[in-house]
């Protein structure tokens, strides 16, 4: 039966033109969270569908929840209740159609609600009703809403009182000259219009995904410290504050704590510091561990989800605490071949050497491991007397017991 009714979709689509139309069935979609863009949206795809004199409007709904507030959300919801032209739900497609949370109680304002295998409703107990209980009838007592066995939009619109179509039987013959097989066919006659989001409100829904949001923040702040260690302004920088913006705004959206917010940024200022010096130490552990903590923390109500909060998480962990201190030393280094003219040279200590610490050369963080037992303290002067690829073998510039000038000019 549903392969019947398919191809008499399919041929009513091919043959629209040569009938006559009686009505158009509006098709929304309301997909992903219910934020201030889409709420707007389905308002005014109403307001569109009542100035249009369209028959019936569906909400096609995938949504785990809603990202305004309570007042915004009992506006949208008298919206449908008071609407003039009957308004049901259709949760689709088969195993991802849900109303969830707060979003449940658009699809409970409507008249009628279809839903696909491996679908979901919540009710306002909480409690999330599956496919087979919803068509078994297992619901509260107080439940009134009409609910349709429907695996494809097709199946639902099929059973509006407002939708219209023509049955052919078995031998007869279809407008595209095709015979009808051994099951009856419905040919729709009323018009579907399907409206979605326009692409820039598209963009900002999609800016206002938990998981998308919390990746173009972090993105976007890993950029920002990309920026600080290359010349002038450049397209990371540019791509990095527009991604910073853009997840920005989805926290904004979303409610995200402020703390949370803080701690990621802060734990972008302690990789900058290590990033700097060209090692991992102190800064990068602090961190690291608000990156975490802010990251699982940063939303009251919404999930970003394991896999995006791990992508997240570690990819920012291997450019700040591997990829970026490589990067910095390799742009602000001293050149890697030829370095034996280092051999003599004096730097000051920025990291205490016992026995591996940083030393400054002419400006340039070195890692340097000390020759001699005797700790180095930071800020004290040393000397460099081996190159050990890149590594430097130093002791302390008081006391060195060998020419470096002279073993310089014998090793030129």
Do not use: C
Not at 294 to 320: D, T
Not at 356 to 378: K, Y
């Amino acid at each position: 039966m549903i392969v019947a009714v398919l191809i008499g979709f399919i041929v009513a689509a091919n043959s629209a033109g040569a009938q006559d139309p009686t009505g158009t069935v509006d098709v929304i979609e309301a997909n992903g969270l219910i934020d201030p863009v889409l709420a707007d949206f389905i308002e005014r795809s109403m307001d569109e569908a009542e100035a249009s004199g369209a028959l019936a409007i569906v909400l096609q709904m995938e949504s785990d929840g809603a990202a305004i507030d309570d007042a915004r959300l009992d506006e949208l919801v008298e919206r449908i209740e008071s609407s003039p032209i009957p308004v049901s739900v259709w949760l689709g497609p088969a195993g991802n159609g849900r109303a969830n949370n707060r979003a449940s109680r658009l699809a409970l304002a409507s008249e009628r609600i279809g839903i696909s295998p491996g679908s979901e409703l919540e009710l306002g107990s909480g409690a999330r009703i599956g496919y087979d209980e919803l068509i078994a009838g297992n619901v509260p007592a107080d439940f009134s809403i009409e609910v349709q066995d429907a695996p494809a939009l097709l199946n639902h619109l099929l059973e509006l009182p407002e939708f219209e179509f023509e049955i052919y039987q078995p031998g007869d013959i279809l407008p595209n000259g095709a015979t009808v097989g051994d099951e009856p066919t419905r040919l729709p006659i009323t018009r579907t219009r399907f409206i979605t989001l326009p692409l820039i409100d598209q963009q900002f829904h999609t800016f206002a995904s938990p998981a998308v949001a919390y990746l173009l923040f972090v993105i976007g702040l890993g950029l920002l410290v990309f920026e600080l260690y290359t010349a002038g302004v450049g397209v990371a920088g540019m791509v990095g504050a527009g991604t910073f913006l853009a997840g920005s705004y989805g926290l904004a959206v979303l409610d995200a704590r402020p703390i949370a917010v803080a701690l990621l940024v802060a734990a972008f200022i302690a990789f900058a510091v290590d990033v700097q010096s060209g090692i991992q130490q102190f800064w990068s552990a602090i961190g690291s561990l608000f990156l975490i903590v802010g990251s699982l923390i940063l939303f009251r109500e919404h999930s970003i989800g394991w896999l995006p909060l791990s992508v997240g998480i570690v990819g920012v962990l291997l450019a700040m605490l591997g990829g970026m201190p490589a990067m910095v030393r390799t742009r602000f280094s001293t050149p890697t071949i030829g370095r034996e003219w280092m051999i003599g040279s004096a730097g000051d200590v920025v990291e205490a050497i016992d026995p591996e610490g940083v030393i400054s050369i002419d400006g340039a963080p070195w890692r340097a491991r000390t020759n001699r037992a005797t700790p180095i303290e930071a800020g004290e002067r040393a000397r460099v007397v081996e190159v050990d690829g890149l590594l430097l073998e130093v002791e302390p510039e008081e006391g060195a017991a060998i020419d470096y000038r002279e073993r310089r000019k014998s090793t030129s």
